[in-house]
């Protein structure tokens, strides 16, 4: 590996999994959309790139890089030969300009998450893939700070879109991406009408997710599909088809060759068999998915749909087995640990977390702290709706405080105190 490498730009594009080929594709496309002129940018250019070998490249260039990555030339490890520390003047937007289009959807409709051509183009290549994937990670944003409820339309859209362009792909590998993209958001709008606890339309979604994924011969894809059908089904308490989705989840190429991956299939097998009354065997799976989740390499990027999973998410699925089995006390730690470990991005995994300790602490007959750390739900999700699966974890806790409480006061005064947030919600 060369000394002077661009880690940068070769950190970005094993992100988009990218190729040097289709970079410079998409930069020459991205020339053509202010110039009116095809760029001239080469598979040998990308590597010269990557090599350090070219450091700051044409002016034409440095613009196009920043229009398909969103990122500027600086932050992906170009600089002027001989100015360490200084830059000419920026080319792209202003970059505020940038974090209030990926982020001040949040204030408006989920529709605007995802950009959408208002043209059809001539050439659909990388820069569309590369679009349109940046609609997916909004859509993963908007639900770790909210939850899904209210994206189902976006992600439909988004879908519809990948659909409608990978008829006119310049090249397979481009219409594989397309047909990806269009699993991906599929799957997004089942598990939007998930965690807001509208299954019905859910399992549709699920069946058309997984098509996609085998069109686009993408595992990743169908893993992740089969992890939310998983969900799903414990959901809709059907314990038995929830493990066999996840061992579907273990079967995928991704889930073989990914210890992170292969550690979220045993955590959800875990999850099932929890529920499904086999503490023995939940517990088993629950190691296995600490054993592989210990080999993963967490600082290795990874796709957008699994960037949820890692030592807090597992920490929270254990807190759910061990509540399950009957291990209130280790469920309670276990939520401790999920709650120290879990970013502040994650809002809405942070007060389902929260939810889960507080039924944990009911377990162990501790009411009036129960009854605390579940009002903190409603502080943490303020200003948003809560999602229908919060609401039904919370529906939970509220039955199982009334068959523990030593007197009806304490659950009464819950119940009066949290009803118009709840119902409200």
């Known amino acids: ?12 594009m094993t992100d988009h999994q990218m190729s040097a080929a289709e970079l410079a594709d998409a930069v020459n496309a991205a020339v053509a959309q202010f110039t009116g002129r095809i760029g001239t940018t080469s598979e040998r250019t990308v590597f010269r790139w990557l090599s350090g070998e070219n450091q700051w490249p044409q ?5 196009a890089l920043e229009l398909v990555t969103n990122l500027t030339v600086e932050a992906l490890g170009f600089r002027p030969r001989g100015k360490k520390g200084t830059t000419e003047p920026a080319l792209s937007e202003d970059p505020d300009v940038r974090r209030r289009q990926l982020f001040g959807v949040a204030a408006g409709t989920a529709a605007a998450a995802i950009p959408l051509d208002q043209g059809r183009p001539s050439r659909v290549g990388t820069s569309d893939v590369i679009r349109l994937r940046d609609g997916v990670e909004r859509l993963v944003a908007l639900d770790a700070e909210r ?4 994206l189902e339309q976006a992600a439909l859209a988004g879908a519809a879109e990948a659909l409608a362009l990978q008829k006119q792909a310049t090249t397979q590998r481009v219409r594989q991406r397309l047909f990806a993209l269009a699993s991906d958001f599929t799957a997004t709008a089942a598990w939007s009408l998930i965690d807001a606890g509208r299954l019905d339309g859910a399992g ?6 997984l098509t996609l994924a085998g069109l686009a011969q993408d ?13 799903l089904a414990r959901q809709r308490r059907d314990y038995a088809e929830s493990v066999a989705a996840s061992e579907a989840a273990q079967a995928t190429a991704i889930a073989r060759r990914s210890p992170l991956h292969t550690s979220l299939a045993h955590a959800r097998t875990a999850v099932g068999l929890a529920h499904s009354g086999d503490a023995r065997m939940a517990l088993r799976w629950l190691g296995r998915a600490e054993d592989a989740l210990a080999k993963a390499d967490l600082t290795r990027p990874a796709s957008t749909w699994i960037s949820f999973y890692g030592p807090a998410e597992l920490y929270s699925l254990t807190a759910i087995v061990q509540d399950v089995v009957g291990r209130p006390a280790e469920a ?4 401790h640990r999920a709650l120290a470990a879990l970013p502040q991005s994650y809002r809405r995994n942070r007060a389902h977390t929260t939810a889960r300790l507080a039924l944990a602490q009911l377990h162990q007959n501790d009411v009036e702290q129960a009854c605390a750390t579940s009002g903190t739900v409603f502080v943490i999700m ?11 974890l919370l529906g939970d ?5 009334i068959a523990r409480a030593p007197s009806a006061r304490i659950a009464h005064e819950w119940t009066d105190r949290y009803r118009t947030e709840w119902s409200s919600s």
């Open 1 to 12: 590996m060369a000394e002077n490498q661009n880690q940068p730009l070769s950190a970005w």
């Open 59 to 63: 002016e034409r260039q440095r613009r």
């Open 147 to 150: 939850g899904g409820n209210g």
């Open 204 to 209: 549709r979604h699920l069946d058309r997710a």
């Open 219 to 231: 595992s990743e894809m169908a893993m992740q599909t089969w992890n939310l059908r998983a969900m």
């Open 332 to 335: 309670e730690a276990a939520s």
């Open 382 to 392: 303020a200003g948003t709706p809560l999602p229908g699966r919060m609401r039904q």
């Open 397 to 401: 806790f509220q039955r199982d405080l």
